[in-house]
Every structure is written in C-alpha cells, then in structure tokens.
C-alpha cells in the first residue's frame, strides 16, 4: 500500500502547477482522498480533500478558487491543479488517503488519514 506524489517544482508568482499521486496496491476508488501542505516552521495543514461515497470536496479558504482536486479511477491516480499560485503556497506537498467516510469538519484533520505520500516541494518565487 502507498501513494507516489510527483510534479512539484519552482514556479513563479501567478503560475501553475499539478500535483499528481499514484497509489499502488489498493484501488483509489474506494478510499477518500486529501492533499495536505508543510511550510517551514508551520503545522501540516489540510487544503483539500474528496470524500468517497458522496464525493464531497473540502477546501481551505486559503486556496478556495485556485486550487482543484480531482481523480482518475482508470490510472488510480488524484491530483491537485494548483493556479495562481502565491508565495506563500511554498511548502512540501502530501497526498493522503483513508478507507473511512469523514465528517466534513474532519475531511481537513491529518489525524483522519492513515496512508501518506512521501511529498514534493512547490516553491513559488520570481
């Protein structure tokens, strides 16, 4: 069982990125799915998420309106297109996942996920 995220890199302000990860040894479809952020100093701190079952998403204020989750159950894949990207969109980038069904208030949590990406740094700088 395990996540490979890739697509992380510099960009500039304004830019764009997709983060892609592929799991392996399980099938994506059934798991809902989340992708977190760590700056230096900071908390992980959860930006979006897909609940199985309803497919409900969940996104951070702070990315609302940029960023966009989405997966590909024929590659067992999900991904993040991130969009006007910001400075302070630097950090490393997880993808994780749990077989559970979370509250929405919970589809957030790093506790809520128990299978975890190894990340990738985004750094957004000009």
């Known amino acids: 069982v395990q996540l490979q995220a890739s697509g992380g890199g510099l960009v500039q302000p304004g830019g764009s990125l997709r983060l892609s990860c592929t799991a392996s040894?399980?099938?994506?479809?059934?798991?809902?799915i989340a992708w977190f952020r760590q700056a230096p100093g900071k908390e992980r701190e959860g930006i979006s998420g897909?609940?199985?079952?309803?497919?409900?998403?969940a996104y951070a204020g702070s990315v609302k309106g940029r960023f966009t989750i989405s997966k590909d159950n024929d590659k067992n894949t999900m991904y993040l297109q991130m969009n006007s990207l910001e400075p302070e969109d630097t950090a490393i980038y997880y993808c994780?996942?749990?077989?559970?069904?979370?509250?929405?208030?919970?589809?957030?949590?790093?506790?809520?996920?128990?299978?975890w990406g190894q990340g990738t740094l985004v750094t957004v700088s000009s």
């Open positions: 897909i609940r199985r079952g309803d497919r409900k998403t």
């Open positions: 994780a996942t749990t077989s559970g069904n979370p509250i929405f208030s919970a589809m957030l949590q790093p506790s809520t996920y128990n299978v």
């Open positions: 040894g399980f099938t994506l479809n059934y798991y809902s």
